[in-house]
């Protein structure tokens, strides 16, 4: 398994970026949100997933973890393969991605070219299923003293988003402990995003 990739970026191409290292050029199959953060000529790590069909091998690189979980997240649900999952990153960024999934808002991921509903309802369904067995499961176990009562739908959107992106569900409360009830879910995500910076 190649984990991830560093070196020069010696070219790129639509939904691809190949990367120099120690003289071998990794061809990876990518999406618009880490193109935006390289560069040719420039040092890269992508991390990566390695792809491998009766067909064919490709390696897909990713700019951050997040990105990369939420590729992984996306091709585990039936389904959905490689290419829609790139065409959904490539429309949004990871945070986006995960407040869809959260929120429930499957017509925003329709946007990505070749993403029908009943495809975009199964992965809303399929994920936040997960997500919230697991944010019930935060709940009951009472971390951080978060009560099922006092847990608001914008907490819980937010604690699911934060899952989405990787985090465990302890991180995800500790990251959000102490916030109002009451905030929006967007701005709950980016403050938790910015308190798991932190620790």
Known sequence: MIYSVRG?????????????????????????????????????????????????????????????????????????????????????????????????????LTRAPGVGKKIADRIVLELKDKMAKQTQDIVQSGVNSVSAAAVSNSMAEAISALQVLGYSNAEAAKALSGMPQDTPADELIKAGLKNLSKF
Do not use: H, W
């Not at 491998?52 to 393969?81: K, Q, Y």
């Not at 490689?82 to 925003?108: G, H, R, T, W």
């Open 8 to 108: 020069e970026v010696v070219a790129i191409e639509q939904n691809l970026a190949v990367i120099e290292c120690a003289g071998v050029g990794y061809a990876c199959r990518t999406t618009a949100y880490t193109l935006s953060k390289i560069k040719t000529g420039e040092e890269a790590k992508l991390y990566t997933v390695l792809n491998i069909r009766e067909d064919a091998a490709e390696l897909f690189g990713f700019a951050d973890a997040s990105e990369l979980n939420c590729f992984n997240m996306l091709t585990s649900v039936s389904g959905v393969g490689p290419k829609y999952a790139l065409s959904i990153l490539s429309q949004m960024n990871p945070q986006e991605f995960a407040l869809c999934v959260a929120s429930e808002d499957s017509k925003s």
